[in-house]
């Protein structure tokens, strides 16, 4: 056996120095049989082959598709080039299955959301119909690439913070020198701590907004939905933040001057210690946070002037460009400004609405009802009611045959009810058929018409009209600055800064947003026009 062992090793070395071909197809095939026995002469002998071979295999797998030209990009598909740093290749589109299954999850979910929500678990066939409606909804927003405006909004920013915080944790970026050590410390690793500083003040408004729903007795879902709208205008600010000071000149080669960007930081500022206001309830500066607010918007309107007169000088790029995407990107920087601003002054409002609740008249009001089940007849507490037929009541409905909870609306008027089957219930009567009346309180007042409460009477006891949401006042925001007016929502004439703030609104809407949008509409045609002119010389 040794001597079989030395003959074969000699044999090895001797197959090594010689260069045969018949050793070299005998290697090649005793790699491919043995590529588990990791011998170092096979390695050494075959690694670029191998090494072709892999790249070779991996290269159709890793990179697919045609390489898109600039002109060929859309505008979303130049800011992912931008940020990302890489070319952009033609996608797979995608196929029914996807679509399907997206249309099954959708629906159901928003089936559960809708009859949760709206229809309180009543109405299935309105739910359906309203879901089904909003799918369709879906798909049109899919159909005109919404879908992926709202994705590259709220993850390009953080995909360039994230890819620039792992260059810094790794030493491979270029940083400037500060005045101290601890500027320099913070130019060094910049992305890491604005990453840090995010989440910790989004987690925060999150905790706050959960323990507040939790105070005020909200349920699972309202607790959710509240923390989720929370975090969506936390990172609607932090985005557009980072879209205006960051991605968007480092695509038009400009950059926002010192004393704009001062006014939008501190715009910014003021809003996010709003939102932490309400949170946390503190209301004894409304009047204070009120003028900073106005104030800070009428000094977005001065930066919205300065970008309309070119002081931010971003047009000046579109004469060196042949994409149209630039163009594009010019109207997102204008109308993502406007949604800003928009939000910003239905902030305001909403301030206005905290500090007086009655500076805005409603068409539509709607309270917060409790009620007082123990109620006497005669004397006698009443514990569960009869119909005249000796049966315990224990469900009512209304005149299409729906369940009630309580003889009373939401805003506690008196409702018709009727049994299973479909009878009209006017009175009541107790288990020996005798018809209750004399109706007294737990403190032996007397009492007219209770209503029916969980198979007991029952009165109300306190009626508070319920507060209006943030939502409200965006909605009437958009509403008067688009300068439409339905009158649903109204300042009240006892209230002059809900009046003048309605009216400043109207002014913003006829002057600074039309002509933002007649100039950038003239920059967009400027740009086609140049790139048309650049293909006809072509031609």
Excluded at 261 to 281: E, H, N, P, Q, R
Aim: glycine residues 6%; aromatic residues 14%.
């Amino acid at each position: 056996m040794a001597e079989t062992k030395k003959t074969t090793t000699s044999s090895t070395k001797k197959s090594t120095t010689t260069k045969k071909p018949s050793t070299q197809k005998k290697s090649t095939s005793t790699k491919k049989s043995t590529t588990s026995t990791k011998k170092p002469s096979t390695r050494k002998k075959s690694t670029s082959s191998s090494t072709s071979k892999t790249t070779r295999t991996k290269k159709p797998k890793a990179e697919t598709g045609r390489i898109k030209d600039k002109s060929e990009l859309t505008t979303l598909e130049t800011l992912e080039a931008q940020v990302e740093g890489k070319v952009i290749r033609e996608r797979q589109p995608l196929g029914k299955l996807f679509y399907l299954i997206f249309s099954i999850v959708f629906y159901a979910v928003a089936y559960f959301y809708i009859n949760t929500t709206v229809y309180a678990g009543s109405d299935w066939i309105e739910t359906a119909i309203f879901a089904f409606a909003a799918l369709f909804i879906a798909f049109v927003l899919m159909l005109f690439n919404v879908h992926m405006l709202v994705f590259y909004f709220f993850v390009l920013p953080f995909r360039r913070l994230f890819k620039q915080a792992k260059m810094e944790a790794h030493k491979e970026i270029f940083f400037s020198v500060g005045k101290n050590k601890v500027q320099t410390t913070f130019n060094k690793y910049k992305s890491i701590f604005t990453l840090v500083l995010y989440f910790l003040f989004g987690g925060l408004l999150v905790v706050a907004s959960v323990l507040s729903s939790i105070q005020d007795g909200d349920a699972i879902l309202q607790i959710v939905y509240s923390a989720f709208i929370i975090l969506i205008i936390y990172l609607v600010v932090i985005n557009s933040w980072q879209f205006l000071f960051n991605i968007i000149p480092s695509i038009l080669e400009k950059s926002i001057d010192a004393k704009n960007g001062y006014v939008l930081t501190l715009s910014a500022a003021v809003m996010v210690i709003y939102i932490v206001f309400i949170i946390f309830d503190i209301t004894y500066l409304a009047e204070i946070m009120i003028f900073v607010l106005i104030i800070g918007f009428i000094a977005l309107l001065g930066v919205n002037l300065n970008m309309i007169v070119g002081e931010i000088n971003i047009f000046q790029n579109l004469r060196g460009r042949k994409s149209k995407a630039v163009t594009r990107v010019v109207f997102i920087v204008f109308f993502g400004f406007h949604i800003y601003v928009v939000l910003y002054a239905s902030v305001v409002a909403y301030s206005i609405y905290n500090w007086q609740p009655d500076a805005y008249n409603f068409t539509e009001v709607h309270y917060d009802i409790t009620v007082d089940d123990e109620i006497y007849s005669s004397g006698t507490l009443v514990e569960q009611v009869y119909d005249m037929n000796g049966d315990p009541v224990n469900q009512v409905y209304d005149m299409n045959g729906d369940p009630l909870t309580m003889g009373i609306d939401e805003n506690g008027n008196t409702l018709t009810i009727y049994d299973e089957q479909g009878n009209m219930l006017w009175d009541f009567y107790d288990s020996s058929g005798g018809n209750l009346f004399n109706f007294t309180d737990t403190n032996g007042n007397f009492i007219n018409n209770p209503f029916f409460y969980e198979g007991r009477l029952a009165i109300i006891d306190t009626k508070v009209e319920r507060l209006h949401t943030y939502g409200d006042f965006l909605y009437w925001t958009v509403i008067s600055v688009s300068t439409i007016g339905y009158g649903d929502i109204a300042p009240s004439t006892e209230y002059p800064i809900a009046q003048a703030w309605g009216g400043f609104l109207g002014i913003y809407g006829l002057t600074f947003f039309a002509l933002s949008i007649s100039f950038v509409s003239n920059i967009a045609m400027e740009g086609i026009n140049s790139v048309r002119e650049e293909s006809r010389k072509h031609d």
